[in-house]
T-cell receptor, first 114, second 115 residues
């Protein structure tokens, strides 16, 4: 059975602070894919990143970075120098080999205070 | 704009009425998904199409729910005899290629309120 846990329900930071959003997953598959999506107040889910289970290399995209560690089944997301526009709900998601759907965590609501 | 579009954006209905939502995916995407999202939760998978074929349905999709994608382009999701528990955001997503692992692109959703 698959499971995605985002233990942080809500986080508030002051603008320009760094913030890390945690994601822990469970799967019996050896091949799987992990995703992060952003859901701003407008409601539309915005794709941020996809990672396959064989690629543990960390990735950086501008102010965003992702730390994938299979040993701890975690796929954490860090925003550096946060901005007010980063305020949103962030979802971590998992899909297993042969599956046709994304399995989402419950999300973390990030509020960046100016 | 060539993103996923959904109509209507909001729907308020009385319990027992039927409602239908429409989703227009990104034109070159052959896969189309429906999800439901309730307050404070992540999206939950309902069903998916590959071209016009509905290939998977979640246990969440009760008999009152039906989805179609008649020509492999747009899709409709109908809920018959709505119940208050059907109140949620209904999200549509699409993706390209044969791999379920490809990223899905989501529309803005239809927010349903059942009174």
């Amino acid at each position: 059975a698959q499971k995605v846990t985002q233990a942080q329900t809500e986080i508030s930071v002051v603008e320009k602070e760094d913030v890390t959003l945690d994601c822990v997953y469970e799967t019996r598959d050896t091949t799987y894919y992990l995703f992060w999506y952003k859901q701003p107040p407008s409601g539309e889910l915005v794709f941020l990143i996809r990672r396959n289970s064989f690629d543990e290399q960390n990735e950086i995209s501008g102010r965003y970075s992702w730390n994938f560690q299979k040993s701890t089944s975690s796929f954490n997301f860090t925003i550096t120098a946060s901005q007010v526009v980063d305020s949103a709900v962030y979802f971590c998601a998992l899909t297993e080999t042969g599956a046709n759907n994304l399995f989402f965590g419950t999300g973390t609501r990030l509020t960046v205070i100016p | 704009d060539t993103g996923v579009s959904q109509n209507p954006r909001h729907k308020i209905t009385k319990r027992g009425q039927n409602v239908t939502f429409r989703c227009d995916p990104i034109s070159e995407h052959n896969r189309l998904y429906w999800y439901r999202q309730t307050l404070g939760q992540g999206p939950e998978f309902l069903t998916y199409f590959q071209n016009e074929a509905q290939l998977e349905k979640s246990r969440l999709l009760s008999d009152r729910f039906s989805a179609e994608r008649p020509k492999g382009s747009f899709s409709t999701l109908e809920i018959q005899r709505t119940e208050q528990g059907d109140s949620a955001m209904y999200l549509c997503a699409s993706s390209q290629s044969e791999q379920g692992s490809n990223e899905q692109f989501f529309g803005p959703g239809t927010r349903l309120t059942v009174l």
